[in-house]
């Protein structure tokens, strides 16, 4: 989905502090990291600090760079770690949820079964139906939610999301079950219940 | 449904992820879709489950908002390349 991981870059001249090189990087991957905080933290002024210290943390690290993963995997990482720091360091309240070491598999699993997955998108996201989406995101626990928003939001691979975030594939399809699972729970209660004017 | 989870419901939901990704063997996904055919609550799961990340992926040609990235060109020390975007 990402077009700029198609492009090339070199990383010789990124390493020589070729200043329009890393303007070309800048361009290419902030939308997404800027997402990535907006998804992560819930608000803009932090989804730009995010994105702001991911682009000067990679500056400063660029000649550490050693090439064994991709440049976009290399960019992820730093804006996972800044994201994870921005919601630790008391600016953000913390999921109750994220306190406890891991959920069981019995906390996500569904109680509501409607079919709500025949109505067209605008019919979906009418209404408050886009901010129900956005709130749902926001309250799942953090652990889950950066495999979330890397997996099905920015649609990077198992592999790569494993590599960003320093687990294993098979916890990284754990947790993007319990994610999925947690999601498909909020919109199919929301579905179920909203007022039939809304829809 | 989780209190009295059929066994075949829970292996389903166990593999529901991989499934849906396309990342499952074709005799699994043959056994899947035979226990698909016969139980409602699965399909509604699973159909459910697929809109759900239909609703969130991110649109492809979606930009940074042009004063968030004026200010990330200033904050690098990069305002000269600020009007080179493609």
Known sequence: ?199 | MSDHLHKNCQALLGALSEYIDGELPAELCKEIEKHLEGCDNCRVVLNTTKRTIDLVRAPVDEDVPADVRERLFKRLNLDEYLSLKS
């Open chain 1, 1 to 199: 989905m990402i077009n700029s991981t198609t492009q090339e870059f070199s990383i010789e001249a990124l390493r020589a502090g070729d200043k329009a090189e890393f303007a070309r990087l800048v361009d290419a991957f902030s939308a997404q990291i800027y997402r990535l905080g907006l998804k992560m933290l819930g608000n803009e002024q932090d989804a730009e600090d995010v994105l702001q210290n991911t682009f000067l943390n990679a500056m400063t690290h660029l000649s550490s760079f050693e090439g064994r993963s991709s440049i976009s995997t290399w960019l992820y990482r730093i804006a996972s770690n800044e994201a994870l720091m921005h919601l630790r360091s008391g600016k953000k309240k913390v999921n109750i949820e994220d306190l406890q070491p891991e959920n069981s598999d019995d906390d996500f699993l569904p109680e509501i079964f409607v079919d709500w997955s025949i109505l067209p998108e605008n019919e979906l996201l009418a209404g408050e139906g886009k901010e129900n989406l956005g709130d749902a995101i926001k309250k799942l626990p953090e652990n889950l939610r950066m495999v979330f928003v890397l997996r099905d939001i920015e649609d990077v691979s198992i592999k790569d999301t494993a590599e960003i975030l320093n687990l294993t594939e098979t916890n990284v399809k754990t947790r993007l079950l319990r994610a999925r699972m947690f999601l498909r729970e909020r919109l199919s209660a929301y579905y179920s219940e909203r007022p039939k004017e809304e829809k």
